[in-house]
């Protein structure tokens, strides 16, 4: 099946840093989502980016697909970004489920 | 993600007890989905539906039975749950094509507890 390997599986920053998160595919890619779960439990959608690049505020996100990787980026990070961070991607073919990766742990410490 | 509501947040309820989790969406999506996430996991999937029929079903004990009544509603009956149960159930709902591969949108889950 479809593996998604997420990297690192834990990061730990002070306020302020700015840091990168991987995601490999072990296959094309063609549907592409990053979430942010936050301690609560809320899976929020951080990017939908099959391929190419895309900005959100302090956030970042870019995913080669020829190389079957997606990246990403946190810029000042603040102790509201701290949680869990999973990418996602889709089987080919209708109703097909999103494999999640095991997500990576991020603390941001004041 | 705040267009996919799900009720009630909490829940917890006894081996014995008959219980119902709700999700609504009204984004006009046509495909609806629930997992199931267990501590320190990713979400693991446990049924589709899509145009209101079931399309997938990962093997989900009985004990879990799905239904949506209409394109807007996914509910997913307990019933007879075991201590393992215990977990966050998170309803998610997409656009659906045959060719187009679209996001999915996560309501903020049901925190479930079995006694």
């Known amino acids: 099946g479809i593996q998604v390997e997420q990297s690192p599986p834990d990061l730990i920053l002070q306020e302020g840093a700015n840091s990168t998160l991987r995601c490999n595919f072990s296959?094309?890619?063609?549907?592409l989502q990053w979430f942010h779960q936050n301690p609560w439990g809320q899976l929020i959608n951080l990017f939908y980016?099959?391929?190419g690049t895309k900005q959100n505020g302090r956030l970042s996100a870019t995913t080669v697909a020829t190389e079957r990787y997606s990246l990403l980026y946190i810029s000042s990070s603040q102790t509201t970004d701290s949680g869990v961070y999973f990418c996602?991607?889709?089987?080919?073919?209708?109703?097909?489920?999103?494999?999640f990766g095991k997500g990576i742990t991020l603390s941001v410490r004041p | 993600d705040t267009e996919v509501t799900q009720t009630p947040k909490h829940l917890v309820m006894g081996m014995t007890n008959k219980k119902s989790l709700k999700c609504e969406q009204h984004?006009?999506?046509?495909?609806m989905y629930w997992y199931k996430q267990k501590a320190k996991k990713p979400p693991e999937l446990m049924f589709v539906y899509s145009y209101e029929k079931l399309s997938i079903n990962e093997s989900v004990p009985s004990r879990f039975s799905p239904e949506c009544p209409n394109s807007s509603l996914l509910n997913l009956h307990l019933h007879a749950l075991q201590p393992e149960d215990s977990a966050l159930y998170l309803c998610a709902s997409s656009q659906e094509g045959s060719q187009v591969y679209l996001p999915q949108h996560f309501g903020d889950g049901t925190r479930l507890s079995i006694l």
């Open positions: 296959d094309s890619v063609n549907n």
């Open positions: 980016i099959p391929s």
């Open positions: 984004m006009g999506h046509r495909a």
């Open positions: 996602a991607r889709r089987q080919t073919g209708a109703n097909s489920k999103l494999t």
